[in-house]
C-alpha cells in the first residue's frame, strides 16, 4: 500500500486546521458535533456482530470497537483537561500513551456498552460546560507535554469535533472495507 493511500487512510477527513480566527459559529459548529457523537456513534455500531466489531479502518490500524473504547478514554481524558484548565492556572496537562491504552482489556472487550454510556453521559456533560464558557475562559491555556505547546480551550473544542468526526469516518471506512486486514 501506498504511503499517500495509507495517510488517507488514517486521516480520512484530513488534519485538524486550527482556523486563523475561531469565531463563534466555528465554536458553536464544535459543540454542536461535540454534542452528537454518541448518537452517531450509536447509530453506526448498532447491531454489528462480534466479527463486525474486529473489522479495522486501515492495516496496523485499530478495530472499530478500539476506536469506540478509544474514543471513551480520549474524550475523558480531555474533559478532565477542560476541567484543569478552568481551575489551575495554565497547568500542564498529562499525557497518557493511547496506543498501550487500546491494548488493555477493557479496549478489546467487543461488549460496547458501557464505553457508549459513558461517551452519553459525559458528551451531554461537557456540550453543557462549553455551551457555558465565558469568552475569557475560552482564551484559557494548557501546556501538552509531550511538545510544551500551548492550547487554548476555544482550540480544544475544535480539536475534539474534529477528533470525533476522524474516528466516525473510521468506523464508516472499517465498515466498508468489510476485514479485519
Same mark, same amino acid.
Given at each position: 500500500?501506498?504511503?499517500? &493511500? ?6 480520512p477527513i484530513g488534519t485538524f486546521e486550527v482556523p486563523l480566527v475561531i ?19 450509536? *447509530? =453506526? ?42 481551575? *489551575? ?13 487500546? &491494548? =488493555? ?22 456540550? $453543557? ?5 465565558? *469568552?475569557?475562559?475560552?482564551? $484559557? ?8 505547546? $500551548? ?13 470525533? &468526526?476522524?474516528? =466516525? ?13
Amino acid at each position: 500500500m501506498q504511503e499517500e &493511500e495509507l495517510n488517507n487512510l488514517k486521516f480520512p477527513i484530513g488534519t485538524f486546521e486550527v482556523p486563523l480566527v475561531i469565531t463563534n459559529e466555528n465554536i458553536l459548529l464544535w459543540i454542536n458535533q461535540v454534542e452528537t457523537f454518541p448518537a452517531k456513534l450509536i *447509530e =453506526l455500531t448498532s447491531g454489528l456482530s462480534d466479527e463486525k466489531k474486529n473489522w479495522k479502518y486501515r492495516p496496523e490500524g485499530w478495530s472499530i470497537k478500539q476506536v469506540v473504547h478509544h474514543c471513551a478514554d480520549s474524550h475523558i481524558n480531555s474533559f478532565i483537561r477542560f476541567k484543569w484548565t478552568l481551575t *489551575e492556572d495554565t497547568p500542564i496537562i498529562k499525557a497518557y500513551d493511547e496506543a498501550k491504552w487500546a &491494548e =488493555l482489556f477493557d479496549g478489546s472487550e467487543d461488549d460496547l456498552e458501557g464505553s457508549i454510556m459513558l461517551l452519553k453521559g459525559l458528551h451531554a456533560k461537557w456540550a $453543557r460546560l462549553l455551551r457555558n464558557l465565558s *469568552e475569557e475562559e475560552l482564551m $484559557r491555556v494548557f501546556i501538552h507535554p509531550e511538545h510544551g505547546k $500551548r492550547v487554548s480551550l476555544k482550540e480544544n473544542i475544535g480539536i475534539y469535533a474534529w477528533h470525533c &468526526e476522524h474516528h =466516525l469516518a473510521h468506523i464508516k471506512q472499517a465498515i466498508s472495507a468489510k476485514c479485519s486486514y
